[in-house]
């Protein structure tokens, strides 16, 4: 219901309860029983769904650092409303006492909503196409592999303390795989050590006079569990904006292609890379100036985005594009033969004069460019600093000779 909202419509809460009822009769509960229980269970949804529902997707989805803070809140507050109707339902159901029944209740929806909730909440929206991938390195196993190792040592050595051996295996985790990774490690090493730990140093309930002790446990399961969850959603957010930001410094912000030192940047490492021949293309709007008096600004960030956009359909993926200048753009490709660079710059300037650039209120905007080629003809050691000056003479001579027109440097 909080990734699909459309969900949380009366239907979807009655069959809900329609399936808790079923699968607590068919497994053997009386009417009784299973209404009791699902009361508890229905109830704490409820309010665990009134506390979250309103927050962004993106920290329902556990992408954001406060993400965790709020599930945590929202698992108390389901919890604790759970242990408010098990206070009721432990005397009627299993001869105990209202406060045992409260503790019990609590801390049973708490763990639970912990150890599920965030594999729900972080699942992959979509199924990604299916790309074959190499095999994860021993770098990228060793966290699941400390992982492992921790659980074993956890039940080697025993202890009230076991429970926290597995703790900085998964905070590892959580700096290295996704959210959704992270939550399925989670998730298993939280029913693990419910199911071995707890059954082994933990005592039944009517052995000992503090039944507090099996509390007292799931609790600090649950604060343990919840600290890899946060970390990888923190870690998750970093690299999110670390990503933006440096797509921000290395890409222009108006067509989306590199900017001038990411060009220049790349441009070089691909020059010194040693491939046998290439081509280096400086590109002119003609007559923007005209376009931006006539259409304004608007005008001309449109005929800006189109031109990107049109010479980018002209290029393959490894060739480089970007803005060195106002209306002024080069383009690097590698492994390119003299006549290859000149079919490739006529392909450009026709896509441009054939293709009227429109505006949002349909007006048409013809464009040309003028085009200078400099080539690299024995390899690509070339210094890219003299290549564009070769090709920005080529330029000039174009806009010179009439525009709209290609010329090669000398």
Same mark, same amino acid.
């Given at each position: ?8 419509r ?8 329609g ?20 009361? #508890?269970?229905? @109830? ?6 009134l &506390? ?6 993106? @920290? ?20 604790? &409303?759970?242990?408010?109707?098990g206070?009721?339902?432990?005397p ?31 699942? =992959?929206?979509r ?11 021993? $770098?990228?196993?060793?966290?699941l ?7 074993? /040592? ?6 009230? #303390?076991?429970?926290?051996? =597995?703790?900085?295996?998964?905070l ?8 959704? $990774?992270t ?6 090493c ?10 082994q ?9 503090? /039944? ?18 946060m ?6 957010n970093?690299?999110?904006? %670390?990503?933006?930001?440096?797509? *921000?410094a ?17 441009a ?8 046998? *021949?290439?081509a ?14 006539? %259409? ?5 960030? /449109? ?9 980018r359909e002209?290029l ?9 200048g106002?209306?002024?753009f ?20 026709? *896509? ?25 003809? *024995? ?10 000056a070769?090709a920005?003479?080529?330029? %000039?001579?174009?806009k ?11």
């Open positions: 219901m909080l990734r699909h909202p459309d969900a949380a009366p239907f979807g809460w009655i069959a809900s309860a399936a808790f009822m079923a699968a607590d009769l068919l497994t053997g509960s009386s009417l009784q029983v299973a209404a009791l229980l699902n009361c #508890g269970n229905m @109830v704490s949804i409820g309010i665990a769904y &506390v979250l529902r309103r927050l962004p997707q993106d @920290v329902i989805r556990l992408r954001q650092p406060m993400s965790v803070p709020w599930l945590f809140a929202g698992c108390a507050a389901g919890g604790a &409303v759970a242990g408010l109707v206070m009721a339902a432990n009627i159901l299993f001869g105990g006492g209202m406060w045992r029944g409260w503790q019990f209740w609590f801390t049973t929806e708490l763990v639970n909503y912990v150890t599920v909730l965030p594999m729900v909440l972080a699942f =992959p929206s199924p990604r196409p299916p790309v074959r991938k190499p095999a994860m390195s021993l $770098r990228q196993l060793a966290p592999i400390a992982l492992i190792y921790s659980c074993l /040592a956890a039940k080697l050595v025993g202890g009230p #303390g076991a429970i926290a051996f =597995p703790v900085p295996a998964l590892w985790c959580g700096l290295s795989y996704p959210v959704f $990774r939550c399925i490690l989670t998730a298993f939280g029913y693990w050590a419910m199911e071995t730990l707890a059954n140093y933990i005592l039944p309930a009517e052995q000992t006079s503090d /039944a507090f002790n099996l509390v007292s446990f799931r609790l600090g399961l649950s604060m343990l569990f919840i600290a890899p969850i970390l990888t959603s923190i870690t998750a970093r690299n999110a904006a %670390y990503d933006m930001l440096m797509h *921000a290395n890409h222009d912000g108006l067509t989306g292609i590199a900017n001038r030192n990411a060009f220049m940047h790349s070089q490492t691909i020059c010194r890379s040693g491939d046998p *021949a290439g280096l293309l400086m590109l002119d709007l003609d007559f923007f100036k005209s376009i931006n008096d006539r %259409y304004g600004h608007a005008g001309g960030d /449109a005929v800006l985005i189109g031109f990107a956009q049109r010479v002209c393959r993926g490894c060739d480089l594009f970007g803005r060195v106002g209306e002024e080069a383009v690097l490709i590698p492994n390119c033969s003299r006549p290859g660079a000149i079919l490739v710059a006529e392909r450009i300037r026709q *896509a441009l004069n054939d293709h009227p650039i429109i505006l949002s209120d349909s007006r048409k905007i013809h464009i040309t460019a003028s085009i200078g080629v400099a080539m690299a003809e *024995a390899d690509m050691s070339a210094d890219i600093g003299q290549l564009m070769q920005d003479d080529a330029l %000039y001579r174009a010179s000779a009439g525009r709209n027109r290609i010329e090669m440097a000398d």
